[in-house]
Each structure stands twice: as C-alpha cells, then as structure tokens.
C-alpha cells in the first residue's frame, strides 16, 4: 500500500472541514443501531461502514467494515 504524506495545511483544512459537517449533522447518536450500544455509519460512494458507540467521554470506534465481507467479524471486539 502506498503511503499518503499530507500537507499540514491540508490536514487543517480536513480538521476543519470536519468541524464544520459535525457540527451541521444531529450527533452521534443520529445513525441506526445495530447491536446493543452500537450503531453503523455509513460511507457514501464506498462499501463500508463504521461501526461505533457514543461513550460518555467521547466515541468508541469498534470497527470500519467492509459491508459485503463478514458483516459479523467485530462482534468478538466487544463485551
């Protein structure tokens, strides 16, 4: 796999770009559950999703996950 060197100003842009869809969209919470705590986050143009939880001090990224590919596989991460 090749490696991705970022510009620093890049990487500002992403952060901030990131801030800004955060703070457009309802939360954490505003993806489906699928398991207990866990929700799943879908990518737009791509296979997978991002199977996570809301902890009280921040978000628990259990799994990014191929969605045709042993849907199931992260379930043996949590407790």
């Not at 992403?14 to 799943?40: H, M, Q, S, T, V």
């Not at 991002?50 to 921040?58: F, K, L, R, V």
Request: glycine share 6%; charged share 35%.
């Amino acid at each position: 796999m090749a490696k991705i060197i970022y510009d620093p100003e890049a990487v500002a842009e992403i952060r901030e770009a990131a801030d800004y869809y955060e703070n457009c969209r309802e939360g954490p919470l505003r993806w489906r559950k699928i398991k207990g705590r866990f929700r799943r986050s879908l990518i737009e143009r791509f296979p997978y999703g991002i199977i996570y939880s809301a902890e009280n001090d921040g978000i628990f990224i259990a799994a990014v996950m191929h969605l045709k590919r042993k849907p199931d596989y992260w379930k043996k991460r949590i407790k």
